[in-house]
């Protein structure tokens, strides 16, 4: 089959796809504001970094949403004609990383895309600095800390970029809500004073299955080294202070790693949940 460019996207088949990588991701947990994207926006999402990032080294500051795996995959069936060159996904939940380790091991596909355990409350592994040149992270998004939890999430992508970078930041952006605004104005600030600029922001762009606040979109923001950006040596722990309201009031960031413990067949129904009231069978 010949592939198509990316601009004209076969949607059946792009969705049927996005759809197998959604079977694949593990429950959300909310205490650490994994919130997931709606289907139809990973799928104009997935195409959209597809060509931005395309020949990249790109790494994932945390991905719930699985857009490296769509990516990946996208790439694979030859869905998408372009996209980066390797993937690497960073995350502390072991279930994710389990994720999408065993999704890249079914489609073979393990040498496109791998995942790794880490919490960015530490160091960046010191083989990983400036190894990638590109990043994106969907983060903590930083209501109650006035965007500390973005700027540590962005943070580490940036030190994860060595030179000629850019990098995506997918973050709440409502101009009714005033704490979002103050979070892009800060994310901005932050990475101005650390090398980067803003290149262009997608407003008001995708939607989550996020109950309390429905509404509430994220945008695009995209960056772009500055050629005269200090390369990364080191990286370091985070402070105390910088912990403190990371998913959101009083909710600070404590846990080192979420363990996968009892693996479940994801997309089918846990034991448990259900019952089976046979025909003939009163109760
Ligand atoms: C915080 S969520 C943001 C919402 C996003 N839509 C999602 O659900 O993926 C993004 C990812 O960051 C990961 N994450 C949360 N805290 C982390 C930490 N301290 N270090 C590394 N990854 C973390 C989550 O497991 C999740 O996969």
Partial sequence: MTPRSNAQLDLRRAINAISDVIQNRPQPLREFDQIYMKAGDMVLQTSLIAQRFAGRR??????????????????HCKVLEEGPESILVLDFDERIVNAVARFADQAEMSDRIKSRLYNCIEPLPEELLGQFNAFYTNPPWGASNNGESVKVFAERGMEACGADAVGVVVIADDKLVPWSQRVLAETQRFALDNGFFVQEMQTNLHEYHLDDAPDLRSCNLFFRSHPDRELPKK?????????????????????????DTNRVDYGKAVLGTYELEVLGESK
């Fill in 58 to 75: 790109l790494v994932f500051i945390g991905d719930g949403d699985a857009i490296s795996v769509c990516l990946a995959y996208l790439m």
């Fill in 235 to 259: 990286s370091y722990a985070l402070h105390e202070k910088r912990l403190e309201d990371f998913y959101g009031r009083e909710q600070n960031l404590r846990v080192r790693y979420v363990r």
